[in-house]
């Protein structure tokens, strides 16, 4: 079965700094790979996804990107962040009709 | 635009009763549902999936779909305090790349 590794755990950022968050997965190969971001009192909004090395699609307009430069590498940056930028930032994979498996998130925090 | 929808609760169910948590979805297209239960501060995990209209049973849990409903269910059994927590319904049209639609999630709490 697939493991999902994200890091950091935490992160408190100053409004206006860059932002890297890496995902990598291990135990499958070719995996669908997705970035969800959960802000409090709200649900899960997925933000970006990728079906394969290179090929990025936005769900949601905003000032984060996403890249995938391995089959099992996902990458969420930004260049600048907003206080609007908080929330619990996860990673996910899928490799069938089974579901989403999801990281340890992030907890972003920027202040 | 793709919706799920769940009452966000809190849910209070008695230690060894029935809980019951529900959820509808907008988009007719789809094909594949799921539940995860999130603790507090936890990412969410899977625990059920649904495909079929009727029943799926897997220990304590049951979830139950009704397409021509447009709804979901999920049914815990002999409720436990550990399964206090947030319970997410998801949706996906066809098993597509573009990911898991979820609701907001109910808040259930298991009374000792």
């Known amino acids: 079965s697939q493991t999902i590794h994200q890091w950091p755990a935490t992160l408190v950022q100053p409004v206006g700094s860059p932002l890297s968050l890496e995902c990598t997965v291990e135990?499958?190969?070719?995996?669908?790979l997705y970035w969800y971001r959960q802000a409090a009192g709200r649900g899960l909004q997925l933000l970006f996804y990728?079906?394969?090395?290179?090929?990025i699609s936005s769900e949601v307009p905003q000032n984060l990107s996403a890249s995938r430069p391995q089959d099992r590498q996902f990458i969420l940056s930004s260049k600048k962040l907003l206080l609007s930028d908080s929330g619990f930032y996860l990673c996910?994979?899928?490799?069938?009709?089974?579901?989403?498996?999801f990281g340890q998130g992030t907890r972003l925090t920027v202040v | 635009q793709k919706e799920v929808e769940q009452n966000s609760g809190p849910l209070s169910v008695p230690e060894g009763a029935i809980a019951s948590l529900n959820c509808t979805y907008s988009?007719?297209?789809?094909?594949?549902f799921f539940w995860y239960r999130q603790y507090s501060g936890k990412s969410p995990e899977l625990i059920m999936f649904?495909?079929?209209?009727g029943d799926k049973e897997d220990g304590r849990f049951t979830a139950q779909l009704n397409k021509a409903s447009q709804y979901v269910s999920l049914l815990i059994r002999d409720s436990q305090p550990s399964d206090s927590a947030t319970y997410l319904c998801?949706?996906?049209?066809?098993?597509?790349?573009?990911?898991?639609?979820f609701g907001k999630g109910t808040h259930l709490i298991i009374q000792p």
């Open positions: 996910a994979c899928t490799t069938g009709a089974s579901g989403a498996f």
């Open positions: 135990g499958t190969s070719n995996p669908n």
């Open positions: 990728s079906v394969g090395i290179g090929q």
């Open positions: 988009d007719r297209g789809s094909q594949s």
């Open positions: 649904i495909y079929s209209n």
């Open positions: 998801a949706v996906n049209e066809g098993g597509g790349a573009d990911g898991l639609t």
